[in-house]
């Protein structure tokens, strides 16, 4: 069961434009969405994350916005640079017992110069 | 401050041999994970420690997987025997948070992980 819907699978987007990346979940007992990016060969490493009570959470160039009622959130990059080329993975942290994160399959970014 | 240590960054076995992955987390940090990530695919939750104790190890395949964290620092995850769909990259990242507490900064540090090959 993939509990984090993420999509598109991969994205190629030019410099200067803004990549978008969407994801959904299904349990509500999600109270915490992180960003992660990942370059090849290293582990993921936090980019931004927001809570369900908040709708917008901006950084620098990147951006999340979160539906609560439609239970979707979407990583906006604004002025997308090559050096962003990465995969990008949602995720979202579980209540209840253990605390752990569940990441959505990731989007593979590319951003030609 | 270090970041998490793994190691080795390779390891390439035979079917039905074993390996073993070693992990430093973060110093002081309580909580310890152990992720599969499966090329094309996002990590998934082998097991989480607390100190030195397990939270959730509810997704590891215990019949050829275990896994210990050594006095609550290092950690080391084995799998014996091996399959072939075994390869993947094993990350290991910690936290300083341990259960109920999380805050908006919440967020696990990755190691770079163990590419593991199955042939």
């Known amino acids: 069961q993939q509990q984090v819907k993420q999509s598109p699978q991969s994205l190629i987007v030019q410099k200067g434009g803004i990549s978008i990346i969407n994801c959904a979940y299904e349990n509500t007992a999600f109270d915490y969405f992180p960003w992660y990016q990942q370059f090849p060969g290293k582990g993921p490493a936090l980019l931004i994350a927001?809570?369900?009570?908040?709708s917008e959470k901006k950084e620098g160039r990147f951006t999340i916005s979160f539906n609560k009622s439609a239970k979707q959130f979407s990583l906006h990059i604004m002025d997308s640079q090559p050096g962003d080329s990465a995969t990008y993975f949602c995720a979202a942290f579980t209540q209840g017992g253990s605390e752990k994160l569940v990441f959505g399959k990731g989007t593979k970014l590319t951003v030609n110069p | 401050e270090a970041g998490v240590a793994q190691s080795p960054r390779y390891k390439i076995i035979e079917k039905r041999q074993s390996v073993a992955f070693w992990c430093n987390p973060i110093?002081?940090?309580?909580?310890l994970y152990w992720y599969q990530q499966i090329l094309g695919q996002g990590p998934k939750l082998l097991i989480q420690f607390q100190n030195n104790g397990v939270v959730d190890d509810s997704q590891l395949p215990k019949d050829r997987f275990s896994a210990e964290r050594l006095k609550g620092v290092d950690s080391t995850l084995k799998i014996q025997p091996a399959k072939l769909e075994d390869s993947a990259v094993y990350l290991c990242?910690?936290?300083?948070?341990?259960?109920?507490?999380?805050?908006?900064?919440?967020?696990?540090?990755f190691g770079s992980g163990t590419r593991l090959t199955v042939v």
């Open positions: 927001i809570r369900p009570d908040v």
């Open positions: 990242a910690s936290s300083p948070l341990g259960l109920g507490g999380r805050g908006l900064n919440y967020g696990y540090t």
């Open positions: 110093s002081g940090h309580a909580t």
